[in-house]
């Protein structure tokens, strides 16, 4: 279902959000996967990431923050494949207005891990809007939190 | 209305989310202001902290760090004054499990400024669970984006 | 800053949702005023608005609905005010497509009282999406709820 | 994994959500089905209803108003499994102080049907707080909307 230029798009938005996003570089956030319908994001624990340091659990800033990126990252996509029609410019200049309008986070367990995987799928994909849902776990499969994305593409 | 114990347990845990909280600490979180009804922080941009670097504009998961972290110490000031009668222990125990259970963040503007300003307050402030608004602001009054956190005191 | 033009779309669109729509009328909702940047409602108690029947609260679900109206017109109004410059069709049509992407309620006290009054602001207006506050009182100047809504305009 | 003991609970709890708060029975909400994990609820279309008008849409109200039941009573029900070793007048205690703190909603597609079906889980079961997560469908498996739901329990 996914073309080459699609790919290729793809691509783009990963390099953007990977390597050239300051703060993703920041925290360390790296790529595992990423399709049409959804993205698979890693990102190792590390002391500069814990929020409470009795416990050494991760910052529940960090969970936001990557669950914001898997979102974002995710309503590109979609974005790519309904305005695949496009010239490359405005498909562009459209991707360049991605933004995130609000973000719900709940956190379920706390953040104890070595590495830990984000998620996200499409729950509603239109013209203007695209929400997102979210999901945090860690290396042992436990589920640390959900997240509602809602993004405005282009 | 409040007493100088109330203020002590402030100064401590402002120092424990300020100076011992790692993740804080990597972004430049600093005090500006703590109360019984809620607290002033703030931040300075830096390169790090970008999101969108053709725009310069701070990352939305930093937005969300410092809404949190607002929120997270105007609930805990909260749970102070209402638990003001237990022993030291006691209240360090329940100040201890303060975890935020759900977070919501609204972005209203982008992110651009030298200094970003988040504040919060009460809005309902139970046995058990507190929630609270948050604010953040820059350098130039401009309002960048709205939280509202749900947490668990104690 | 409010024109002869915007006045008569906004009386369109309160006779729209107090008049038109069924399950506003079964609420009993009622305008108490509507200008280009909010709406105040009113709501009376009554037997079948009740949730809990013990203590005689207001159901959650009337306070969402109530709040959801409130946000939806605040947008629709702040539509009307950027859209001004379009023909009567295109804005009846951008208007006819508005709904709500999400909505937030934070329950703050018991919903108690014989009248409640429902008010909006907007805190975003975009070309596409509009996100408002709302809140919910009652005839004593009780807060008892927050809103937050995301709607989609045109 | 669920005694008789909280099997009459639930039916309890039941008996109260469906038959006795005023507000649901306006509605002609009905129970589907019940268990310790979750609730199955259905809502017939009718005129009352509708929001709008020209398309025959739920009312987002009403959405919302199922969503919250289906996520209060899911809540109960593990309040109920968490609690069972409590005297019975202790659990209707606690169980009479279980309300809801914060409630979103994401409207995927517009509410077209004949009936509607409403169900929840646990996400998160706290000693205070339970997350649940609520769908709604039509008879025809259309996803119409996502709930999340933070409650208070006892």
């Known amino acids: 279902m996914t073309s080459p ?14 390597q050239k996003m300051p703060f993703n570089q920041l925290l360390g956030i790296e790529l595992v996967d990423y399709s049409a319908t959804g993205v698979s994001l890693k ?15 991760l910052h529940g800033g960090v969970t936001a923050t990557i669950l914001d990126v898997a979102g974002g990252m995710t309503a590109a996509a979609a974005a790519v494949q309904r305005m695949e029609h496009l010239s490359s410019k405005e498909l562009s200049q459209r991707l360049s207005k991605t933004g995130t309008i609000d ?30 849902r979210m999901e945090l776990h860690n290396q042992a499969g ?8 809602t993004y405005l593409v282009g």
């Open 43 to 57: 990102l190792a624990m590390r002391e500069e990431l814990i929020g409470n340091p009795v416990h050494g659990i």
């Open 142 to 149: 436990t589920h640390i939190a959900f997240g509602t994305g």
């Open 5 to 18: 230029r699609q790919q290729k798009w793809r691509q783009a938005i990963a390099d953007t959000f990977i």
């Open 103 to 132: 973000l719900r986070i709940d956190y379920l367990r706390p953040g104890v891990g070595e590495l830990f995987f984000a998620s996200a799928e499409v729950i509603r994909s239109g013209n203007k809007v695209t929400v997102t």
